[in-house]
């Protein structure tokens, strides 16, 4: 395809203007089904739907925005119709949006929800996985505080050799790294002796996951593990935070709420975010 173009650290505030998170990873878009489960087979089942942009990495940095910090958003964008509604929409909910634009259509991920407490997700990424390393421009981490990486974002080359690339960046010009372990699947089918090596060697300050994507690390980065507990809400370090009270509507994107809250203000900031998430039909704010 050819382009065009150490222990966790509470969050800290920048002293002047709100803070610059940058972002790496997918943008595409989002078919939210919410459905009584499971879904009848071989007939009709009554379902409310929505259709969104989407994309862990793009969800994250709309809610940066959301809440009050500035986000840049490192895709790969396609040639189609949606790319061009993805990033009509990110752009109009304050997200700087770089990258390269690739031949190719623009990724769909259809999520099944059962009101908040299940979910399960059918995922095409399109192009999000064709970002590569001579795409990515080192500048575009110039004046950041984070740098967020989910993992898909390491899941296949060549999009792994710009994950990799920014990360190298973002420690150049002394950008804090944080991951979100994303995917059991993901991890799995990378494997998960070579995923703790690479997690390992990135060295991340802060690293997010569910109990069983934590688990897949073996103990690793145990200090910097933020674990994500669903309606039970956080633990860090031994210690649990519950989760806000909320009404739950559907559970996408909570967690990447959660991770864009914390990453500006800590724990607080980021219950309070997903707390909101969970309240409303689909990822974005």
Same mark, same amino acid.
């Given at each position: ?8 650290? $509470? ?8 803070? %610059?998170?940058?972002? /790496? ?6 078919? *939210?089904?919410? %459905? ?27 809610? &940066? ?11 790969? =964008? ?11 929409? /990110? ?7 770089? #990258? $390269? ?26 192009? #999000? ?43 150049? =010009? ?24 690479? *997690?390992? #060697? ?23 593990? &933020? ?20 009404? $739950? ?37």
């Amino acid at each position: 395809m050819q382009a065009t173009h150490r222990a966790v650290r $509470p969050p800290r505030r920048l002293e002047h203007g709100a803070a %610059v998170i940058c972002v /790496l990873g997918d943008a595409h878009l989002d078919v *939210i089904v919410r %459905v009584a489960w499971p879904p009848a087979e071989d007939t009709d089942t009554p379902a409310s739907t929505a259709v969104t942009v989407g994309g862990q990495a793009a969800n994250v940095a709309a809610w &940066v925005a959301a809440l009050g910090g500035q986000s840049r958003l490192i895709t790969a =964008r396609g040639t189609d119709a949606g790319a061009r509604l993805v990033a009509a929409e /990110l752009e109009q909910r304050g997200v700087g949006v770089v #990258g $390269p634009v690739l031949d190719g259509h623009t990724g769909v991920v259809v999520s099944l929800s059962d009101g908040g407490r299940r979910r399960s997700m059918l995922t095409d990424r399109g192009v #999000g996985t064709q970002l590569s390393a001579r795409d990515l421009r080192p500048e575009w981490l110039d004046g950041c505080e984070w740098l967020h990486i989910p993992a898909y974002g390491f899941a296949s080359e060549p999009v792994r050799a710009a994950a990799l690339a920014a990360a190298s960046a973002a420690a150049a =010009r002394q950008v804090r790294l944080s991951v979100d372990l994303s995917s059991t699947a993901t991890i799995r089918a990378y494997g998960a002796d070579g995923f703790r090596d690479l *997690i390992g #060697g990135l060295c991340p300050e802060v690293v997010f996951g569910t109990e069983e994507e934590a688990g897949m690390l073996g103990g690793l980065l145990a200090d910097r593990l &933020v674990v994500k507990l669903g309606p039970e809400g956080v633990r860090i370090r031994g210690t649990r935070y519950p989760a806000f009270p909320t009404e $739950p509507v559907d559970s996408t994107g909570a967690g990447d709420a959660f991770a864009a809250g914390y990453l500006l203000g800590g724990v607080g900031l980021g219950l309070t975010a997903a707390a909101r998430a969970v309240a409303k039909m689909g990822a974005m704010p």
